[in-house]
């Protein structure tokens, strides 16, 4: 099954926000369902996104556990929270959500790769970026394009641990 390691929910205004962010380890392809369904609560619009990952340690899933940073006032620039690896070549794992529709174009931090992004009564946006050393990842940013408001954000940052001697692509 899926397995959660944050998230949140935040009302601010009469708007709510909630995040989910979870893993599921896949050993064998074929032997899976073609579609996932979630259940959802209230009338909140829904937006997210499934990432498929290779070569990380099916047995040891996190190399480094999630950090968040919830806030009101979106300012077209919000900073990731830092994590702290301990393993070489980790795969840092950056997501951010935004209430509402407020921006036009997303861009993410850079010396990343973009995952995602979706931008229909909602923002959100995930990338990916290698941490080559273990230690601290320090911040990353994802600016925006469009106008600025109070709406919700939540930014997610972990990192996947790789198996040993493989690239996680």
Known sequence: GWIK?????????????????GYRVITEASLEAASYAFTISGS??????????????????IDA??????????NDTQTNPSVTTVTDRALVYLCMNLSGNLATAVTPPSDTTERTQLNFYMVHSVATKEQTSAGSTGTFQFVTTGEAGT????????ALRPEPNVLIL
Do not use: K, M
């Open 44 to 61: 909140e619009p829904i937006g997210g996104s499934i990432s498929n990952f290779h070569g990380v340690d099916t047995s040891n899933v």
């Open 5 to 21: 390691i944050g998230g949140g929910t935040t009302t601010n205004a009469g708007t709510t926000l909630s995040t989910y962010v």
């Open 65 to 74: 556990d999630l950090a968040t940073t919830t806030g009101l006032n979106w």
């Open 151 to 158: 709406e919700i954000y939540h930014l997610h940052t972990f």
